[in-house]
């Protein structure tokens, strides 16, 4: 597993270097939320940040961070996403149960980032945000070098109830206070 979340934490740096931006290309998340009525500018050290619901912050010099504690929702969607990807690349006759629980959670993150974006986006967007830093990821990568056994669950691996539990349970957690959706950090 630990390799995996290597593999992952090189998804959130193409990520970071690729930057797949929700708003106008001229336009910058710092400029769409300070111009909200309701937000309130901080100055530290010569960096203006905006807390927001969930605190979410936000800084002049584009980085936003989550920082409640319980994951940044982009992050989460994209380890979910690059898991269930690989589940279907790799198992394309088995681990139904596995699939379907990632598919089910996966959903739910989309919803709530669509409810909760700081710009209007819908769940294709969000959807085709993740696929992009996924197909950056992994271009140019052979089926073989994709479904490396130490990157996916074994083959006879069983997602049983209390799998799916632990698992539903931490999306809950991830989901239980509304905020906006950002990457970091990742991990």
Request: proline share 4%; glycine share 4%.
């Amino acid at each position: 597993m630990k390799k995996y979340l290597a593999l992952i934490l090189v998804s959130c740096f193409v990520y970071i270097q690729t930057g797949v931006p929700a708003y106008a290309a001229d336009e910058t998340l710092w400029d769409i939320v300070s111009k909200r009525p309701e937000v309130k500018i901080t100055e530290k050290h010569g960096v203006k940040t905006i807390t927001l619901e969930g605190d979410i912050r936000i800084s002049d010099d584009g980085t936003a961070v989550d920082k409640s504690g319980l994951g940044a929702l982009k992050c989460a969607l994209m380890v979910y996403s690059e898991i269930n990807n690989l589940l279907h690349a790799c198992y394309e006759d088995s681990h139904e149960n596995y699939k379907k629980s990632y598919g089910e959670v996966i959903s739910r993150i989309e919803d709530f980032v669509v409810e909760n974006s700081l710009t209007p986006v819908t769940k294709e967007d969000v959807r085709a945000e993740i696929q992009k830093i996924y197909d950056a990821h992994n271009e140019g990568k052979t089926k073989d070098v994709l479904c490396l056994s130490e990157f996916l669950p074994p083959e006879d691996a069983v997602l049983d109830s209390v799998g799916v539990k632990k698992l539903n349970k931490s999306v809950d957690k991830l989901l239980s206070v509304p905020r906006a959706p950002v990457m970091q950090p990742c991990l």
